[in-house]
């Protein structure tokens, strides 16, 4: 399980999210940042200082943003 970053990020990146990370599993692709979902240990940390709410854990995902969690995979080869 881990975190997930949505789409209000994209074209926002503003990316407080990878100051705070403990694990560094936060890195920025071309439109959005991404959390690694294999390294990710579920800390909150980044939820919390996101300035537009991007930021979900697994469980709290809404529908129209599961993809997002397949689009992190994709980006770190985790398939
Ligand atoms: Fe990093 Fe914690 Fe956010 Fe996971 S929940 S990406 S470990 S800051």
Request: aromatic content about 8%; overall charge negative.
């Given at each position: 399980?881990s975190?997930?970053?949505?789409?209000?990020?994209?074209?926002?990146?503003?990316?407080?999210?990878v100051e705070v990370?403990?694990?560094?599993?936060?890195?920025?692709?071309?439109?959005?940042f991404?959390?690694?979902?294999e390294?990710?240990?579920?800390c909150?940390?980044?939820?919390?200082?996101?300035?537009?709410s991007a930021?979900f854990?697994?469980?709290?995902?809404?529908?129209?943003?599961?993809?997002y969690l397949?689009?992190?995979?994709?980006?770190?080869g985790?398939?």
């Amino acid at each position: 399980m881990s975190y997930v970053i949505t789409a209000p990020c994209i074209d926002e990146k503003a990316g407080e999210c990878v100051e705070v990370c403990p694990v560094d599993c936060i890195e920025p692709g071309d439109d959005q940042f991404y959390i690694d979902p294999e390294i990710c240990i579920e800390c909150g940390a980044c939820e919390s200082v996101c300035p537009v709410s991007a930021i979900f854990h697994e469980d709290d995902l809404l529908d129209e943003d599961l993809p997002y969690l397949e689009k992190a995979r994709k980006f770190f080869g985790r398939e």
